[in-house]
């Protein structure tokens, strides 16, 4: 069974930073998979963060995070990073890891095998 775990979401101030980890367990080929990040704040719609290719290692971004938000992966803990630097009240959402064999679309992964369970990110001004 494949599971995706997410963590080090938190309470911060605007232009503080937090670093979340999505890790993957189970029979999860994840060396050539594809990873998203999505956040849905209260009351609206779920929102493509960021899509990585993990072999490639190559991530495109939502335009209003693209020079505040980092991705990252380490391969051999099956995990990826999103460094959130800078952080905004509007980046106030819960934060959802997504893992696909299938290919990004731009910042959106629209097919995935796998979701994790979310880490809660509250930014205050």
């Known amino acids: 069974d494949v599971q995706l775990v997410e963590s080090g979401g938190g309470l911060v101030q605007a232009g503080e930073s937090l670093r979340l980890s999505c890790t993957a367990s189970g029979s999860f080929i994840f060396d050539t998979s594809t990873i998203a990040w999505f956040r849905q704040a209260p009351g609206m719609e779920r929102e493509g963060v960021s899509c990585?290719?993990?072999?490639?290692?190559?991530?495109h971004y939502l335009d209003s995070v693209k020079d505040r938000f980092t991705v990252s992966s380490d391969n051999a803990k099956r995990t990826v990073y999103l460094q959130m630097n800078n952080l905004k009240p509007e980046d106030t959402a819960v934060y959802y890891c997504a893992a696909s064999y299938y290919p990004c679309s731009g910042h959106i992964l629209y097919e995935y095998n796998y979701y994790g369970q979310g880490t809660q990110v509250t930014v205050s001004s």
């Open positions: 990585t290719s993990v072999d490639e290692k190559l991530t």
